[in-house]
């Protein structure tokens, strides 16, 4: 006689459960109820649930139809697939133990993603965005600065001045300069994707030497050929950057891109290379990086009597002792 488990069986008609007897007929599951009425599914068809908890264990029929078995108890002589290893799943996700040691990986790996995953993808994924792509964000970020500044008031003169000054840096790809007066973002400049470095007018007269304008052109040099706003503001929408990877639709990550390049702040390690890469080139034409030093102080002091909330928000130069201490150990 074949052996057989009271169940619970949902016909895929009505709501309401039968209770039922299940056997196995060959390849077939048999399902006895009411009285004597009779349905058959081919095993191969049956999905097996493991019970968690209070959810009880069950199979998925076709049509709707279900079996839960009512005392969590699941015979071994039914053929399911899987069913060892779910078993062995519902198991541990009832221990605390288990589910202790499953929330610490949790928050491990979630941890890891913060730490290293995102800054990888951003890292990977601002490198390899096309050129097109870079000109289209930085141009709508160029546009957000140009309605946060004014006109320059330096004379056509100077601004020449300052452009053969960065033309000494002979970079890669030259870098087109705009100057704008700078109103509530103050002694500023921004490095941004599409090739454009923005100067203030209020960082100009804020340099006491030419030598310290050119070491600022070479830090924001630093920031374009390393990509670092783009690379920041991929890290600010971490989510978007895997959804990038991961399906390659870039529209909704990068229509929020420009206001992320304007409003990102460089993170530490980001101004750190970018300062490295400035006194590599200061010293390349023998000038001293400690004009560098000198103007992240005096950049420091300007930001530090400046109660502008525009300007705190938007600095994208948050001077520290780690930044001058660099300069001055590379320096010697």
């Known amino acids: 006689m074949a052996e057989s488990v009271t169940v619970r069986y949902y016909d895929g008609k009505?709501?309401?459960?039968?209770?039922?007897?299940?056997?196995?007929?060959?390849?077939?599951?048999?399902?006895?109820?009411?009285?004597?009425?009779?349905?058959?599914?081919?095993?191969h068809s049956a999905a097996y649930l493991a019970g968690v908890g209070g959810v009880l264990p069950v199979l998925e029929l076709p049509d709707d139809a279900r079996i839960e078995f009512p005392n969590h108890h699941v015979p071994d002589w039914l053929p399911l697939k899987h069913k060892t290893m779910l078993q062995h799943v519902g198991r541990f996700e009832q221990s605390w133990k288990w589910a202790g040691i499953g929330l610490i990986v949790v928050i491990c790996v979630i941890a890891a993603t913060?730490?290293?995953?995102?800054?990888?993808?951003?890292?990977?994924?601002?490198?390899?965005?096309?050129?097109?792509?870079?000109?289209?964000?930085?141009?709508?970020?160029?546009?957000?600065?140009?309605?946060?500044?004014?006109?320059?008031?330096?004379?056509?003169?100077?601004?020449?001045?300052?452009?053969?000054l960065y033309q000494t840096l002979k970079p890669e790809q030259p870098a087109k300069l705009l100057f704008r007066q700078g109103n509530g973002l103050g002694a500023n400049a921004l490095a941004i994707p599409n090739n454009t470095i923005i100067l203030t007018d209020e960082l100009i007269a804020l340099a006491k030497h030419d030598?310290?304008?050119?070491?600022?052109?070479?830090?924001?040099?630093?920031?374009?050929?390393?990509?670092?706003?783009?690379?920041?503001?991929?890290?600010?929408?971490?989510?978007?950057?895997?959804?990038?990877?991961?399906?390659?639709?870039?529209?909704?990550?990068?229509?929020?891109?420009?206001?992320?390049?304007?409003?990102?702040q460089y993170s530490q390690t980001f101004e750190l290379e970018a300062d490295r890469y400035a006194?590599?080139?200061?010293?390349?034409?023998?000038?001293?990086?400690?004009?560098?030093?000198?103007?992240?102080?005096?950049?420091?002091?300007?930001?530090?009597?400046?109660?502008?909330?525009?300007?705190?928000?938007f600095s994208s130069h948050p001077v520290t002792a780690e930044r001058v201490k660099q300069v001055e150990m590379l320096a010697k």
Request: glycine share 10%; charged share 20%; aromatic share 6%.
């Open 114 to 164: 913060f730490k290293w995953g995102i800054p990888t993808a951003a890292y990977y994924a601002a490198r390899h965005l096309p050129e097109q792509t870079l000109n289209n964000i930085g141009g709508q970020a160029e546009q957000a600065v140009v309605g946060l500044t004014g006109e320059s008031r330096l004379s056509a003169e100077r601004k020449r001045e300052i452009s053969r």
């Open 211 to 264: 030598n310290e304008i050119l070491a600022v052109l070479a830090h924001e040099q630093g920031h374009l050929s390393e990509r670092h706003s783009l690379q920041q503001a991929l890290r600010g929408i971490g989510t978007g950057v895997f959804l990038l990877l991961i399906t390659g639709d870039t529209s909704d990550l990068l229509s929020n891109l420009p206001a992320m390049l304007v409003a990102a």
């Open 279 to 313: 006194i590599n080139a200061l010293k390349r034409q023998n000038i001293p990086p400690k004009h560098l030093a000198d103007f992240l102080q005096r950049l420091n002091s300007s930001y530090g009597h400046d109660e502008s909330g525009v300007a705190r928000v």
């Open 14 to 43: 009505r709501n309401t459960p039968h209770q039922a007897e299940l056997s196995l007929d060959g390849e077939r599951l048999r399902i006895v109820y009411g009285g004597g009425q009779t349905d058959f599914y081919p095993l």
